[in-house]
DNA sequence: CTCTAAACTTGGAATGATTATAAACTAGAG
DNA sequence: CTCTAGTTTATAATCATTCCAAGTTTAGAG
């Protein structure tokens, strides 16, 4: 809503151009509550947008990261950096088998946050306040199985790969 | 101190070999206060074990970090993702001029993992509580420099810089 | 409108942190 | 001491992210 509307205004008080694409991403990044990755976003856009460029994303994502009106939040356990345009302290979540993120609403965040600010001396641009772990169903999920083996290897994300969805309606 | 122990602890009791590369990978993470990178543990080792690998340090990384004493931070505005065997709750914060990380004593992170803990429903694995701004010093820093300009090219880090202490002996 | 300089976008090449692999090594139980 | 599965190592491979050199737009002035 205007969410998307803060960012407009962050890019055209910074002076900055409104470019389709930039109001693309600026978009999907307001509405969406997927706190995607670059890739994410390039992927989203692209059927709208079949010009859209991987290095427009990343700049798009850079200048509103310096603008302080998007957080990096880190990797899920994947190997992409997650972006979210929510910059109201609140908690993040990580399932690090599926790879999704959701927010959490938290009493505490503002009053930490009060508290790294008068206590560090630091000038706060940005918080990451994530927890990760595995989500309720991803709990089910290794339950199941019965754990093949302790040590698992790592894959890699392939540039194609989604993480989606995996049926309904759900955040 | 007993950090280290708690590391070699966990190895051992995962089975797992104690090989003097773990033992000084592991002894480096449990006393340095510097949130180090594979990258500066490496280097930091190198002297020592002429043969080590960065591969190795990656190797041990992992296994740690996997076995939960270990925590992954993230960049500190480098690319290189930051580690940290406290995995007591507690506050990083993170200078993305220096690219330093320091601790934060928080009375407030311990209620915010309560919280998170009951209210998610997540079998939590982890946390990445980093705040970033500028420290006290690169704010006078920038308080000198009449800041040449608000855009501000982003540069890699070299395979060889270190991150260093600012006054004490550096290698 | 029209023009223009500066700001953007784009595809492709380049970079570099992290992983994978295969061969050589060794911790540690018997 | 002897084995052997777990480890280390050097090196190649992977791939997210950044850089670059053009080609395009934008928005404001005329």
Known sequence: ??????????????????????LAIVRLLATTDQHPTAQMIYEQLRPDYPSLSLATVYNTLETLVDLGVVNVLGSAGDDAVHYDADTDPHVNLACISCHRVIDLPSQYVHALEQEVATTSGYRLLGARVVYYGLCP?????AARQPAGGRRHRRRRRRRGEHHQTQSGSEE
């Open 1 to 22: 809503m205007d969410r998307t509307e803060k960012l407009v205004q962050a890019l055209r008080e910074a002076g900055l151009r409104l470019t389709p694409q930039r």
């Open 137 to 141: 169903d991803c709990q089910r999920e």
